[in-house]
């Protein structure tokens, strides 16, 4: 499984602009074929140490002193006791015996191997030389064991490949809260009040501070996106349900992303049976949702941003709720603009 996260971490490194060349140890290719990193690099996958093809035999050499950065994932315990002990047998091995450039390992393995005393030697000499290994993660393994073994996040890897460049992170280890998504506020046991919130801006929001170096939490109501990997997600369907969890986890934030299209009113009765349909009128009585974003400037000192999504009078409708729920930033945007607004992937805004 590792092997497949490294054709995910392959794509994000190309994503951020990387020239990436991969090589692939003869276990590698048990697992995975290089066509597919051939494909997702652009590039041709190097295998062998003397391909046929070759003109010195030393072509490894050179090409190691082009490299920026050596990333290997996944890091087996095989690969980490050799590097440590300076065998080069192969063509991952041997550049890397070669090469002093930062160099990233990303373990996988079982979690007896990682335990396993030569690991553990090799990991120790492999840090005093200045090589970043990250911890793997704790979770169900491949053998169905519980333990220590698993591929560090993907995400954490790119923000550990963007520590390696000193890439700036301005936002590592800032803790992050972002409300997205709609609420929805049930009338009887099947239906419910809503609106046309997608939640791409708070996704969208939470993924950016993630790759800036933030510990994000995100509180979201019912979306069809899926949840940005490495980050803290909580569901939740109503306002009050929204009030909740933004209250628990509002606790040590530096900054608060309220992007939530929070719905303005519930339902006070709500039915516990289907309503019946009829030929008369029915009234839904409404009674006001608590609003979350005025709730929270005297709970925390962090940094409150909020949104204001107007169709008329933008700019003074937004100075009023920037002052009556006490924001330090208040974002506006228009529902009806083209481009911008509900379900849009683009937006344009008034900070
Ligand atoms: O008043 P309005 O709904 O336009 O305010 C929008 C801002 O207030 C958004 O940041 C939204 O997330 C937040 N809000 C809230 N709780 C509510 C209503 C709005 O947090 N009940």
Same mark, same amino acid.
């Given at each position: 499984?590792?092997?497949?996260? %490294?054709?995910?971490?392959?794509?994000?490194?190309?994503?951020?602009?990387?020239?990436?060349?991969?090589?692939?140890? *003869?276990?590698?290719?048990?697992?995975?074929?290089?066509? $597919?990193? /051939? %494909?997702?690099?652009?590039?041709?996958?190097?295998?062998?140490? #003397?391909?046929?093809?070759? =003109?010195?035999?030393?072509?490894?050499?050179?090409?190691?002193?082009?490299?920026? @950065?050596? !990333?290997?994932?996944? +890091?087996? /315990?095989?690969?980490?006791?050799?590097? +440590?002990?300076?065998?080069?047998?192969?063509?991952?091995?041997?550049?890397?015996?070669?090469?002093?450039?930062?160099?990233? #390992?990303?373990?996988?393995?079982?979690?007896?191997?990682?335990?396993?005393?030569?690991?553990?030697?090799?990991?120790?000499?492999?840090?005093?030389?200045?090589?970043? !290994?990250?911890?793997?993660?704790?979770?169900?393994?491949?053998?169905?064991?519980?333990?220590?073994?698993?591929?560090?996040?993907?995400? *954490?890897?790119?923000? @550990?490949?963007?520590?390696?460049?000193?890439?700036?992170?301005?936002?590592?280890?800032?803790?992050?809260?972002? $409300? +997205?998504?709609?609420?929805?506020?049930?009338?009887?046991?099947?239906?419910?009040?809503?609106?046309?919130?997608?939640? =791409?801006?708070?996704?969208?929001?939470?993924?950016?501070?993630?790759?800036?170096?933030?510990?994000?939490?995100?509180?979201?109501?019912?979306?069809?996106?899926?949840?940005?990997?490495?980050?803290?997600?909580?569901?939740?369907?109503?306002?009050?349900?929204?009030?909740?969890?933004?209250?628990?986890?509002?606790?040590? =934030?530096?900054?608060?992303?309220? %992007?939530?299209?929070?719905?303005?009113? &519930?339902?006070?009765?709500?039915?516990?049976?289907?309503?019946?349909?009829?030929?008369?009128?029915? $009234? !839904?009585?409404?009674?006001?949702?608590?609003?979350?974003?005025?709730?929270? &400037?005297?709970?925390?000192?962090?940094?409150?941003?909020?949104? /204001?999504?107007?169709?008329?009078?933008?700019?003074?409708?937004?100075?009023?709720?920037?002052?009556?729920?006490?924001?330090?930033? !208040?974002?506006?945007?228009?529902?009806?603009?083209?481009? +911008?607004?509900?379900? &849009?992937?683009?937006?344009?805004?008034?900070?």
């Amino acid at each position: 499984i590792a092997c497949y996260k %490294a054709c995910e971490i392959l794509r994000l490194l190309r994503k951020d602009g990387a020239n990436v060349q991969v090589m692939m140890s *003869q276990s590698a290719l048990k697992f995975i074929s290089k066509t $597919t990193f /051939a %494909a997702l690099s652009g590039q041709e996958v190097l295998v062998d140490l #003397f391909p046929n093809s070759s =003109k010195s035999g030393l072509e490894h050499i050179e090409l190691a002193n082009t490299l920026d @950065a050596i !990333i290997i994932v996944p +890091a087996t /315990a095989n690969i980490l006791c050799k590097v +440590a002990n300076g065998i080069a047998d192969d063509i991952v091995t041997t550049t890397l015996s070669v090469c002093d450039q930062p160099t990233l #390992f990303a373990p996988a393995m079982n979690f007896r191997m990682w335990e396993n005393p030569a690991t553990i030697n090799a990991v120790d000499i492999l840090r005093d030389k200045g090589n970043i !290994i990250l911890d793997p993660h704790e979770g169900l393994l491949a053998s169905l064991h519980e333990g220590n073994g698993r591929l560090a996040d993907p995400r *954490q890897i790119i923000l @550990a490949i963007h520590e390696l460049f000193n890439i700036p992170l301005p936002l590592k280890n800032k803790k992050i809260l972002i $409300t +997205a998504g709609p609420t929805q506020e049930p009338i009887d046991s099947v239906r419910f009040i809503s609106n046309y919130s997608s939640g =791409k801006m708070g996704y969208a929001l939470a993924k950016k501070a993630h790759s800036m170096g933030g510990l994000v939490t995100l509180i979201s109501g019912p979306t069809y996106l899926n949840s940005p990997s490495g980050i803290e997600h909580i569901s939740i369907n109503s306002a009050k349900e929204m009030y909740r969890a933004v209250h628990s986890s509002i606790k040590d =934030k530096d900054f608060i992303f309220m %992007a939530a299209a929070v719905a303005d009113y &519930s339902s006070k009765n709500i039915s516990k049976q289907k309503l019946k349909r009829s030929n008369q009128n029915i $009234t !839904i009585e409404l009674t006001p949702n608590p609003d979350i974003l005025k709730s929270i &400037s005297k709970k925390t000192t962090a940094k409150i941003i909020g949104f /204001a999504l107007e169709t008329n009078n933008g700019e003074k409708e937004a100075l009023r709720k920037l002052n009556e729920k006490k924001c330090d930033y !208040i974002i506006l945007n228009y529902a009806d603009e083209k481009g +911008a607004g509900f379900n &849009s992937s683009t937006n344009r805004v008034t900070k």
